[in-house]
């Protein structure tokens, strides 16, 4: 990578030696070091992915100083938060990471679980789901980070072919949860409502498409020269550095650093599940690609156990429960509640106040496509949080981008930009 | 290594400055006692006790109490894979603390959000601007007594001029009040 030094001399050079026949008498270096040229990229860029804007100062094509300039995307979620019940604040996960909505939706009914402490009383085919909804969600994030990233930097086939496959995810989750996007899908203590008949088997069959596909997209992309210029070497962050700006998920992990949530602090029935946690070498735009590559391999091998071992089997002929057997909780059955009084008063109670959770504070991370997706909860009981703190992982990670930037072309922002996958819904919240 | 054996080498180091950890769902927090100290118990924790990561930073309004603000450091240790909360007290007059930028710079957005939505400043840091808000916003949006509405400016289009559908409905909290109870819906009662 030629540094501002070297590009500056050369062309000053370049532009003596040319002017010296029209001009000999000038000394004119000073003047041809050139103004720098602010530009403004963004908030509405193709390669910005949403509504980031950065403000870049160049010197010639080389980025002298970038600011980044967020919140254009701003709705207040966490005052939101603060005015609703538990289970209101729902459907708002589904528009953090709105690319990974089944993801946030776990991650959420987790934390919340932490709180009332029914975090390790989960019945197993719940914790099984979850999983398969995480992993589905990981998987369909990557395939888009991918595909975007391999559209900004010039390969327009692999778009397509990524967008096919997310697209059959979009179905199974329309399938599970009755909405493509905003799933809503999880409960506080459990799930809304339990698989579909004949999902397991579309599951299957995808997960068998979907390996074909990435396939595809590794041969038209780790080898292909253009593609291996525009990235390898472009964008380097040091281990030291990304634990400095607390980057986490794929863009830590490229790093070089072995932090996985579903490794370090197992939730969920991850530790009876076997899978790798992908590691990168250099930690440039190249090895975040390679990671997420692998990540969707191991998202597709743990989907396929979760499905083989998934407790009650595809269609639940067992009646294994799917939600916390705590009235205080999760809503009763319809049936119950026109019949019997203590599950008409538990509805009544749940619908209008909420449930009444424990003074206290937690914090839990999950392992979201996007990196480590926390939820900061303070709680002084009754049935709304008092503060509930956001740990978006995309707005930690775009916060490197004013110390990465300077020294590349204006050209490799683009590649880096796209290999750092964010998500301005979830960063400006 | 748990994070409690951590929790109390701090406190051996700085004494009665922080509080006797507290567990709550297996976490362990430490109150700090002086937040003119934060960054200094920090620099610590990250060089001697090998916290090199700091997860989070998030700040709590005690509306009508005093001290009124709260923040919350959530450290973590890549090696001994142990969580430590730690939380300090800074008061409404005040509304000023060391920055932790210095000790791990994810801290820098973190600390101008805060300052952004709560409002409380941070000395030291290096470019103390608003994040999520624009320049010259003129409120602090996450305050308790910020109207979930919105409020009204002199600024043409930039903010709510009517309050949003959410204002007022069920569940709407009403800032201070002894406890939840009385902050809470259900204490409003029915209205006719």
């Known amino acids: 990578m030629p540094t501002p030094q070297a590009i500056q001399f050369g062309d000053t050079v370049a532009r003596v030696a040319s002017g010296a026949l029209a001009h000999p008498a000038t000394d004119d270096s000073q003047e041809l070091q050139g103004e720098k040229m602010v530009l403004n990229m963004g908030p509405s860029h193709p390669s910005t992915h949403g509504v980031l804007r950065i403000v870049l100062e160049l010197d010639g094509e080389t980025i002298t100083k970038a600011v980044p300039d967020i919140g254009y995307l701003h709705r207040g979620d966490e005052k939101i938060a603060e005015n609703m019940t538990w289970t209101q604040f729902i459907p708002y996960t589904d528009r953090l990471d709105y690319l990974a909505p089944l993801a946030n939706n776990v991650a959420y009914a987790l934390a919340v679980e932490k709180l009332f402490g029914i975090h390790d009383k989960l019945p197993p085919r719940c914790q099984y789901i979850r999983v398969i909804c995480a992993e589905l969600a990981r998987i369909s994030s990557h395939l888009l980070g991918v595909g975007?990233?391999?559209?900004?930097?010039g390969a327009m086939t692999v778009f397509l072919l990524t967008f096919t496959e997310r697209e059959k995810i979009h179905n199974l989750a329309e399938s599970l949860s009755g909405a493509r996007f905003t799933t809503t899908y999880t409960r506080i203590g459990g799930l809304a409502r339990d698989l579909p008949p004949r999902w397991v088997e579309q599951c299957r069959q995808f997960l068998k498409e979907v390996i074909v596909d990435i396939n595809e997209v590794d041969t038209l992309l780790t080898r292909n020269k253009i593609w291996v210029d525009r990235t390898k070497d472009v964008g380097v962050i040091p281990k030291e550095v990304a634990i400095d700006y607390a980057l986490t998920g794929p863009n830590l992990r490229a790093s070089g650093v072995d932090y996985d949530l579903r490794k370090a602090h197992p939730y969920l029935c991850y530790q009876d599940l076997e899978f790798e946690v992908p590691l990168g070498s250099v930690g440039d735009c190249y090895d975040r690609y390679l990671v997420r590559m692998e990540e969707m391999r191991q998202s597709v091998r743990i989907v396929a156990q979760c499905l083989d071992k998934l407790p009650g089997g595809p269609d639940n002929q067992a009646g294994e429960p799917i939600s916390v057997a705590d009235g205080k909780i999760v809503l009763p059955p319809k049936r119950k509640v026109m019949t019997s009084m203590e599950e008409l008063i538990h509805q009544f109670m749940l619908v209008t106040q909420g449930m009444n959770a424990p003074v206290g504070e937690i914090y839990f991370g999950h392992e979201n496509p996007k990196g480590e997706l926390g939820f900061y909860i303070n709680s002084r009981g009754g049935g709304t949080p008092y503060r509930m703190k956001i740990r978006a992982p995309s707005f930690v990670n775009l916060s490197i981008l004013s110390h990465l930037l300077p020294g590349h072309l204006m050209s490799d922002t683009v590649a880096i930009l796209g290999s750092f996958d964010f998500v301005m819904g979830e960063c400006d919240r | 290594m748990n994070a409690l054996d951590l929790a109390r080498q701090l406190r051996e180091r700085f004494g009665d400055l922080l509080s006797e950890p507290a567990e709550f769902r297996g976490e362990v927090t430490l109150k700090l006692a002086e937040a003119d100290r934060v960054a200094e118990v920090c620099q610590f924790a990250k060089g001697t006790l090998g916290f090199d990561f700091l997860i989070d930073v998030s700040s709590v309004d005690n509306y009508g109490d005093d001290p009124r603000w709260t923040l919350v450091y959530e450290l973590y240790g890549l090696g001994h894979k142990c969580h430590l909360r730690l939380k300090t007290n800074v008061s409404e007059e005040r509304s000023e603390l060391p920055t932790v930028s210095g000790v791990w710079r994810t801290a820098d957005w973190h600390e101008r959000e805060i300052y952004d939505l709560?409002?409380?400043?941070?000395?030291?840091?290096?470019?103390?601007?608003?994040?999520?808000?624009?320049?010259?916003?003129?409120?602090?949006?996450?305050?308790?007594?910020?109207?979930?509405?919105?409020?009204?400016?002199?600024?043409?289009?930039v903010a709510f001029t009517r309050t949003a559908p959410i204002e007022g409905g069920p569940f709407v909290t009403a800032p201070g009040?002894?406890?939840?109870?009385?902050?809470?819906?259900?204490?409003?009662?029915?209205?006719?």
């Not at chain 2, 103390?128 to 043409?156: A, Q, S």
């Open chain 2, 177 to 192: 009040g002894k406890d939840a109870i009385e902050r809470e819906p259900r204490a409003k009662g029915f209205e006719d």
């Open chain 1, 148 to 153: 975007c990233y391999a559209m900004d930097v």
């Open chain 2, 118 to 157: 709560m409002g409380v400043r941070f000395t030291g840091h290096p470019d103390l601007r608003r994040i999520i808000m624009w320049e010259g916003y003129p409120y602090h949006p996450l305050r308790k007594d910020f109207p979930l509405g919105g409020k009204p400016t002199e600024l043409p289009d």
